[in-house]
């Protein structure tokens, strides 16, 4: 507050107190930026000034967004709206929390991903005089994070594409079957032949809808949301799932499905998160058990829950379930419920678990319910 209060009187700061100042910005291990009611740089790190394209000394005094344009990233989004619209959140008294943001690299043209905080800096009486922004270069942890990301979304494609493939072989049987049968038969019936060509079409057509569903798991979500059915979706997740759950000893499935109202989402997204989480479950029986897959409505949201019998899951190691990288399996990323969990939260849902050792696991997902108000379940 000192500095911001002497640099708004146009006062020269105290030489000891400047470099006070200074040694204590340059501590700090993130970029970090002091601006003044007017949107004018105070001081700022080296770690800023490096983001940034330059020298400390450079920015000093300058103006925020004059300084912004070079960040702007070609053919996206300005970062200037952004931008102004944090600083007048923070000017005017609210704090912000690691909120992301991507700006170009104005020496590489690299883009970097940002997670801003900033917090007002005010008087004895309370009025904001300025703003703290700190920003912490996220890009390289982004990145990793996606790639061990790739890594479980492919792991469970390999053990859904298992099942689906048993799905194929029998499909090829059949059209096999009935190409035998027509060649053996050299004059069959227009009856037979009808049958047997109406059996192919149907084999062709039960192919093709096995490579839609490897097509629509494997995919990325696009991040764009539309009107999808929860229960739909989740049947989408039991079907892929059945050869995984028939190989295991005796795992019986309960459905518990009840018609929902629709939600927004990405399809290919949350249809991934049921698969991944049945799979979950089987693989937490692997001695056998019962799996329950539901679906209703509880408080205006819809419930989805997903329960196994298997070992259930120690209160320390309930705690870290949702951390990037925290695995009870071998051989896991553990990247499967912290993505779950990122992506419920960004479709303003929740996901919660509850577990009790030797008797098993729930998974409850809920999600808001689009339309009218809903009563309770």
């Not at 204590?24 to 490096?50: R, W, Y």
């Not at 479709?347 to 319910?369: C, F, H, M, N, R």
Request: glycine share 10%.
């Amino acid at each position: 507050m000192y500095l911001v209060e002497r640099r708004g009187r146009q006062e020269e700061l105290n030489p000891t107190r400047q470099v006070e100042i200074g040694t204590l910005l340059e501590s700090m291990p993130d970029a970090t930026v002091l601006i003044d009611t007017d949107h004018k740089i105070i001081d700022l790190n080296q770690a800023a000034a490096k983001i940034l394209g330059g020298s400390r000394e450079q920015f000093r005094k300058r103006d925020v967004f004059e300084v912004g344009a070079a960040l702007v990233r070609p053919n996206k989004s300005s970062i200037l709206p952004f931008q102004r619209n944090l600083l007048d959140r923070v000017l005017a008294g609210e704090p912000v929390h690691e909120e992301r943001r991507m700006i170009r690299d104005p020496k590489t043209g690299r883009d970097i991903e940002l997670l801003i905080s900033a917090n007002p800096i005010c008087d004895s009486a309370g009025k904001p005089v300025g703003a703290l922004v700190i920003g912490r270069d996220i890009t390289e942890l982004t990145q990793l994070q996606n790639r061990f990301s790739d890594m479980e979304r492919h792991l469970a494609i390999g053990q859904v594409a298992a099942g689906i493939a048993h799905d194929f072989n029998n499909t090829l049987e059949t059209i096999s079957h009935a190409v035998v049968l027509m060649q053996t038969s050299p004059e069959p019936s227009p009856f037979d032949r009808g049958t047997l060509l109406r059996l192919i079409q149907s084999a062709v057509e039960h192919g093709a809808e096995i490579i839609t569903r490897i097509r629509d798991y494997a995919r990325s979500g696009t991040g764009e949301t539309a009107t999808v059915d929860v229960r739909e979706l989740l049947d989408d997740a039991i079907e892929w799932t059945e050869h995984l759950r028939n190989r295991r000893n005796s795992v019986q499935l309960l459905r518990e499905l009840s018609s929902v109202p629709q939600v927004r989402a990405n399809a290919a997204d949350l249809r991934r998160v049921f698969t991944n989480l049945i799979i979950n479950g089987l693989q937490a029986m692997p001695d056998g058990g019962q799996l329950t897959v539901g679906s209703g409505v509880n408080g205006g949201r819809v419930h989805v829950w997903i329960r196994d019998t298997g070992a259930g899951i120690t209160e320390e190691d309930k705690g870290k379930l949702f951390l990037p990288y925290f695995t009870t399996k071998h051989g896991g990323t553990g990247l499967g419920l912290s993505g779950a969990q990122k992506i419920m939260l960004a479709l303003g849902g929740d996901i919660q678990v509850q577990s009790e050792l030797g008797k098993g696991t729930q998974l409850d997902l809920y999600l808001p319910a689009i339309g009218a108000e809903l009563k309770t379940a």
